[in-house]
């Protein structure tokens, strides 16, 4: 087995069971804030493991990590078009990434 998978496992593993002890917690009637165990964290969990995993390298991890932030945001603070201007900038901000990718790419190419 390697190093790796090893490492994933125990990542994997421990967030797993503090959202299972959280989700326990509540389940038996003590009041957590409700954005403790929420769709929104458990995609913020998924990318910050991506981003672990692959050593913040990961556009992925990035884009899914970014993106469960903002979900948070507009649940914390729904007045506000939150969601709708955040899922835009991250893919403003991805196109501008690809496009100065190509041009150095281009570059290194001559």
């Known amino acids: 087995m390697n190093i790796k998978a090893n490492?994933?496992?125990?990542?994997?593993?421990?967030?797993?069971?503090?959202?299972?002890?959280?989700?326990?917690?509540?389940?038996?009637?003590?009041?957590?804030?409700?954005?403790?165990?929420?769709?929104?964290?458990?995609?913020?969990?998924?990318?910050?493991?991506?981003?672990?995993?692959?050593?913040?390298?990961?556009?992925?991890g990035w884009i899914i990590f970014s993106f469960g932030n903002i979900w948070m945001l507009h649940r914390v603070n729904p007045g506000h078009n939150i969601l709708s201007i955040g899922t835009a900038v991250i893919i403003l901000g991805l196109g501008v990434y690809y496009l100065i990718r190509y041009y150095i790419q281009s570059i290194k190419e001559r």
């Open 7 to 60: 490492k994933s496992y125990l990542v994997g593993g421990i967030i797993l069971v503090v959202i299972g002890l959280l989700w326990l917690i509540r389940s038996i009637g003590i009041v957590l804030p409700d954005f403790v165990i929420s769709p929104q964290t458990i995609v913020i969990l998924i990318g910050l493991i991506t981003l672990i995993q692959y050593k913040f390298q990961s556009e992925a």
